[in-house]
């Protein structure tokens, strides 16, 4: 099991006929001031398999930590990886949508996602403070 991807973006959609799109994928946010709050923010990493001893149910833990390494936000769930045809054996799509979420100071911050207990994706996202242009 591997992430083919891992993207921070301000939206995702299903499309159509098996499509996907995400929205203004990013990995910096500029702001004058903390704290700051970021109105849509979405996390979306693709899980991949051609594995059979991978199929099946696994849990999954992410965790969204501040520059100081303390948790900002937690989730754990479960999802099932089933065969289906494709590049891959089996594919699975985690999306975390986070509507509101305040950054509390400046610096690098980080998605990582665990399964099984494994972490397999590491994201930053750097909150730098913005300064005044110079004319």
Known sequence: MKVQY???CEHQRQGQRGTFDMLGA?????APNVPVQHRNLTFI???VTDEEPDLGKHGFHLVLSRPTGKPLFEQQGTFALKPEGGSW???VRLGFEFNGLIFPEFGKYRFVVAIDGNPIADQPLTLVQQTAAVS
């Open 26 to 30: 990013f990995d910096r946010l500029f």
């Open 45 to 47: 990493v693709q899980v």
């Open 6 to 8: 891992a993207v921070v």
């Open 89 to 91: 054996l089996a594919s």
